[in-house]
Nanobody, 116 residues
Framework: QVQLVESGGGLVQPGGSLRLACTASGIIFSRNVMGWYRQAPGKQRERVAFITKLGGTNYLDSVKGRFTISRDNAKNTMYLQMNSLRPEDTAVYYC??????????WGQGTQVTVSS
């Protein structure tokens, strides 16, 4: 059974930072491209970033230069370092395999709220 568990969200002021983590079980993590997604209230889920098996990365334009995706295959964990957070980054953040994301793999997500 595949489980993807997101953690690290919270309430932060604009300009602040958070580091999210996604821990995987039930898959051979090192063999999968992995992605971070987010869904804001009333909006469709969008992909924020993905990281290839060898560490290549790709980012949504609006987060380039502020977010950094990384992975630790030994820990079956992927990270998203988020700096210079903006109110428009407020969303529930999810992780999944790529491409495309597998519907049955979605976890509970972790809430990120950027507000003063």
């Amino acid at each position: 059974q595949v489980q993807l568990v997101e953690s690290g969200g919270g309430l932060v002021q604009p300009g602040g930072s958070l580091r999210l983590a996604c821990t995987a079980s039930g898959i051979i993590f090192s063999r999968n491209v992995m992605g971070w997604y987010r869904q804001a209230p009333g909006k469709q889920r969008e992909r924020v970033a993905f990281i290839t098996k060898l560490g290549g990365t790709n980012y949504l334009d609006s987060v380039k230069g502020r977010f950094t995706i990384s992975r630790d295959n030994a820990k079956n964990t992927m990270y998203l370092q988020m700096n210079s957070l903006r109110p428009e980054d407020t969303a529930v953040y999810y992780c999944n395999v790529e491409p495309p994301p597998v519907p049955g793999y979605w976890g509970q997500g972790t809430q990120v709220t950027v507000s003063s």
